[in-house]
């Protein structure tokens, strides 16, 4: 059981770019969650999803989409990256009846030059 | 809304026990839990309490009062390794998929 994976480990963006973090999870969870960390501070959610072909926002949506078409696989995008989207994103999933236990992913450290 | 308090930082000596107080704000309530990060590292589940009272794991054990809205996570016998960062989550009523984190709570063990 590999877990709960994130691609890439690290990226550095322009301004303006545009990218996709994959995460995928092999526990066959039905949950999966998008957070991002900002030095010092704690995780808020970007966007969730509560099972296939399924997403909603969170408490930080703006600037970021994201898709759930298999799931096994939540995919955040960033459309046109700003430098206030420096950070480190974690994915996690959670299943069914243990939502407030969440297994994460290794994260993302993405920079926005 | 939801909040979350919890010291910013906690100093301990090896071998001491040192306890890590969470106090929450929600409309409703689903839980609270608590999970552990090392720097550079992912999140990792550590406990949950649904019902007041003391759940223990090993040398950690985590603690529950509904009435004060109050938490705290207790680590015993403190090794180096546990130098890192505790953050406490709620899940409440009106947002139930959701886990709203503290800001957390910075761990030094020194010998």
């Known amino acids: 059981n590999a877990g709960v994976t994130q691609t890439p480990k690290f990226r550095v963006l322009k301004t303006g770019q545009s990218m996709t973090l994959l995460c995928a999870q092999d526990m066959n969870h039905e949950y999966m969650y998008w957070y991002r960390q900002d030095p010092g501070m704690g995780l808020r959610l970007i966007h969730y999803?509560?099972?296939?072909?399924?997403?909603a926002k969170g408490e930080v949506p703006d600037g970021y989409n994201v898709s759930r078409l298999k799931k096994q696989n939540f995919l955040l995008g960033l459309e046109s990256a700003a430098p206030s989207q420096t950070s480190v994103y974690f994915c996690?999933?959670?299943?069914?009846?243990?939502?407030?236990?969440?297994?994460f992913g290794p994260g993302t450290r993405l920079t926005v030059l | 809304g939801q909040s979350l308090e919890q010291p910013s930082e906690v100093t301990a000596v090896e071998g001491a026990i040192v306890q890590i107080n969470c106090t929450y704000q929600?409309?409703?309530?689903?839980?609270l839990s608590w999970y552990q990060q090392h720097d550079g590292g992912a999140p990792t589940f550590l406990s949950y309490n649904g019902l007041d009272g003391l759940e223990e794991t090993g040398r950690f054990s985590s603690f529950l009062s509904r009435s004060d809205s109050y938490g705290y996570l207790l680590l015993q016998e403190l090794q180096m390794k546990d130098s890192a960062s505790y953050f406490c989550a709620v899940r409440d009523k009106d947002s139930s998929h959701k886990l709203i984190f503290g800001s957390g709570t910075r761990l030094l063990v020194r010998p």
């Open positions: 999803s509560v099972g296939e072909g399924t997403t």
């Open positions: 996690a999933s959670s299943p069914t009846g243990r939502r407030n236990e969440q297994f």
């Open positions: 929600t409309s409703g309530f689903y839980g």
